[in-house]
């Protein structure tokens, strides 16, 4: 009986993870190329169209373009945290309504199909009716795609208002802090940010679940 090499033992375990590289390689792509606008005199917009677009579609977060802008101009560092927050909310009111007026029908017509029953339904927009806003202020602080939960909030029908609101209270938390880092510290707390905001924004998610959590059992 012939050996088989190691090498065509793994085979179908490198087919299988190509995909995945093949993935991230895009992205790191992705991320090169939406930096690359940060030296440009026109960044700031390029930062506000593309804070529009991650809200709704573009998987590149604004963090990436706004910590280089801020870094090189600490004195716009916070005019630039404005304008990727405006963006941002406002591109997630544009994936609030794709998902109320575009994925709101798909998902009746799941129910019509008897691909989902009706009772799972209003199970989950009562229970998104209940913790939505929650729901929604961690995606907008956290490293959660808040992509996902600007088009959910529209399918489950989650009131713009408060929807528009809370991403505002979110969005502009995250950004507004980011400038006003790197306004005090300049191009020095750059790295920093890069490397550990991300964390402190799972610590701080963590003490506002534990908090509510805590309202909700003594009230």
């Known amino acids: 009986m012939a050996q088989v ?10 087919l299988l993870l190509r ?8 992205m790191r792509r992705m991320k090169d190329w939406t930096m690359s606008f940060a030296s440009r005199p026109s960044a700031v917009w390029w930062l506000f169209g593309f804070s529009f677009a991650e809200s709704s579609f573009f998987p590149i977060p604004p963090d990436i373009l706004l ?27 544009l994936g609030w309504a794709i998902g109320y007026f575009g ?9 019509s199909w008897g691909i989902l029953s009706q009772t799972a339904v209003d199970t989950a927009v009562g229970w998104y009716d209940e913790h939505g806003v929650l729901i929604v202020l961690a995606a907008a602080i956290t490293p959660i795609p808040y992509k996902v939960f ?44 890069e490397k550990r905001f991300d964390f402190w924004m799972w610590i701080f998610l963590a003490l506002l679940v534990g908090g509510f959590a805590c309202f909700k059992l003594l009230r």
């Open 5 to 14: 090499s190691a090498t065509e033992a793994a085979r179908p375990v490198f």
């Open 19 to 26: 995909p995945f590289v093949w993935f991230q390689r895009l």
């Open 67 to 93: 910590l280089p802008i801020g870094a090189a101009n600490p004195r716009k560092a916070l005019r630039a945290a404005f304008l990727c927050t405006v963006a941002s909310v406002l591109g997630g009111m």
């Open 103 to 111: 994925g709101r029908p798909v998902l009746d017509a799941f129910v």
């Open 150 to 193: 600007t088009i959910t909030s529209g399918v489950l029908n989650m009131s713009l208002l408060p929807f528009a609101l809370t991403s505002l209270v979110g969005r502009g938390f995250r950004f507004m802090l980011e400038g006003l880092l790197l306004r005090i510290f300049g191009a020095r707390i750059q790295t920093e940010i």
